[in-house]
C-alpha cells in the first residue's frame, strides 16, 4: 500500500461549523428565553457570531492537519504515531473519524469530505 494523506476538506469544514451555529444559535435563544430576556432573538445573532468568529479564525489550523496512512502506521499532528496493530476501533461521526487504540486513546481525523472512505482505508490496511 502506497502513503496516503488524510487531508481535512473545507467544505466539510463549513458543514461542520454550519451545524454548529445552528446548534449554539438554539441553546443561546433556550437560555435567554429560560431566564425571561425580552431578546431572544439576541441568542441568535450572538451564537451565530460567535461560530462563525471560532470557524474563521481556527480555519488556517484545523485545515492544515494532515493525517498519513502506510502500511504499518497512522502518523499525525503534534508527533503522534500509531501503529496499525494498535488500533482497536475506528468510527465514522459526522466528518470525523474516531480512532481508538488498545491502550484508550483516542483520536480524531477531522473534517473528511468522506469520512466512511477514510474509515475503510484505515481498516483495509490493517488487515
Known amino acids: 500500500m502506497a502513503e496516503t494523506d488524510l487531508k481535512p476538506d473545507r467544505s466539510a469544514y463549513v458543514r461542520a461549523h454550519a451545524w454548529m451555529a445552528v446548534i ?23 451564537g ?25 502506521a497512522l502518523t499525525g499532528p503534534a508527533e503522534r504515531n500509531i501503529p496499525l496493530t494498535q488500533i482497536k476501533t475506528t468510527r465514522a461521526m ?17 473534517y473528511q469530505a468522506d469520512p466512511a472512505a477514510t474509515l475503510h482505508a484505515i481498516e483495509r490496511a490493517k488487515a
Open 24 to 46: 449554539g444559535m438554539g441553546g443561546a435563544m433556550a437560555v435567554l428565553w429560560a431566564v425571561d430576556s425580552p431578546h431572544i432573538w439576541t441568542g441568535a445573532a450572538g
Open 48 to 72: 451565530l457570531a460567535a461560530i462563525a468568529l471560532r470557524g474563521w479564525y481556527m480555519a488556517s489550523e484545523e485545515l492544515a492537519v494532515v493525517w498519513t496512512l502506510t502500511d504499518t
Open 94 to 110: 459526522g466528518s470525523y473519524v474516531q480512532v481508538i487504540t488498545r491502550t484508550g486513546d483516542k483520536h480524531l481525523i477531522k
